[in-house]
C-alpha cells in the first residue's frame, strides 16, 4: 500500500512540476517570439495589470527574470551533475583492482562483471549509476568482512541495483 502511495506521490509531483515548466517555457515563447499561446497561467496573471502601464511592465520583467533564471540554473546543475558523475566514474575505474574484481565477480556468479572493486583502505559499498547500475566495493571492505558477511552486502547493493533499473 505504502509503496502505491509513494508512486502516486512523485508521479503527481512530476506530473506538476512538467505542467509548470511547459507553463514556464510557453510564457518565455510569447514573450521572445510573439507565439500567441492561449492556454498560459502567466498571461492570466498579466491580465490583472493594465497594459502598458508600469506595473504591468514590472511584473513582466521581474517574471521573466525569474522563469529565465529558474530554466538556465535548472540546464545548469543537470549538465554540471552529469560532469561531476562522468569525473566520478572515472576516478573509480582509475583505482580499479583488476584481479579482486575479477575474482569477486566470479565468487558471486555475477554474469554481467558489474562489481567493481576499488583500491581504498575505507570500508565502501554502493551502488553507483542510473541507467547501468554496478556496485562498488573496496579493498578494505572486502578485506574486513568475512565471505557471509560479504554475501550479505553483495546481496544488499543488488537490491539497490535491482531497484534502480525498475525506476
Same mark, same amino acid.
Given at each position: 500500500?505504502?509503496?502505491?502511495?509513494?508512486?502516486?506521490?512523485?508521479?503527481?509531483?512530476?506530473?506538476?512540476?512538467?505542467?509548470?515548466?511547459?507553463?514556464?517555457?510557453?510564457?518565455?515563447?510569447?514573450?521572445?517570439?510573439?507565439?500567441?499561446?492561449?492556454?498560459?497561467?502567466?498571461?492570466?496573471?498579466?491580465?490583472?495589470?493594465?497594459?502598458?502601464?508600469?506595473?504591468?511592465?514590472?511584473?513582466?520583467?521581474?517574471?521573466?527574470?525569474?522563469?529565465?533564471?529558474? @530554466?538556465?540554473?535548472?540546464? /545548469?546543475?543537470?549538465? #554540471?551533475?552529469?560532469?561531476?558523475?562522468?569525473? &566520478?566514474? +572515472? !576516478?573509480?575505474?582509475?583505482?580499479?583492482?583488476?584481479?579482486?574484481?575479477?575474482?569477486?565477480?566470479?565468487?558471486?556468479?555475477?554474469?554481467?562483471?558489474?562489481?567493481?572493486?576499488?583500491?581504498?583502505?575505507?570500508?565502501?559499498?554502493?551502488?553507483?549509476?542510473?541507467?547501468?547500475?554496478?556496485?562498488?566495493?573496496?579493498?578494505?571492505? @572486502?578485506?574486513?568482512?568475512? /565471505?557471509?558477511?560479504? #554475501?550479505?552486502?553483495?546481496?544488499?547493493?543488488? &537490491?539497490? +541495483? !535491482?531497484?534502480?533499473?525498475?525506476?
Amino acid at each position: 500500500m505504502w509503496k502505491r502511495k509513494s508512486y502516486f506521490v512523485i508521479s503527481l509531483s512530476l506530473l506538476i512540476a512538467f505542467a509548470v515548466w511547459c507553463q514556464m517555457g510557453a510564457f518565455l515563447v510569447h514573450i521572445f517570439f510573439g507565439v500567441n499561446i492561449k492556454a498560459n497561467f502567466f498571461k492570466f496573471c498579466f491580465s490583472l495589470f493594465k497594459e502598458d502601464s508600469v506595473y504591468y511592465f514590472v511584473v513582466v520583467t521581474l517574471l521573466s527574470i525569474i522563469i529565465s533564471y529558474s @530554466i538556465l540554473g535548472t540546464l /545548469f546543475t543537470i549538465a #554540471e551533475q552529469y560532469f561531476l558523475s562522468r569525473r &566520478f566514474k +572515472q !576516478k573509480l575505474f582509475l583505482s580499479k583492482n583488476v584481479d579482486m574484481t575479477k575474482s569477486i565477480n566470479e565468487t558471486f556468479n555475477r554474469f554481467n562483471n558489474d562489481i567493481l572493486v576499488v583500491n581504498a583502505e575505507q570500508p565502501l559499498a554502493f551502488t553507483l549509476g542510473f541507467r547501468r547500475p554496478f556496485i562498488v566495493f573496496s579493498t578494505g571492505l @572486502i578485506r574486513l568482512l568475512d /565471505f557471509d558477511e560479504l #554475501e550479505a552486502v553483495v546481496e544488499h547493493e543488488a &537490491f539497490h +541495483q !535491482k531497484n534502480m533499473i525498475r525506476s
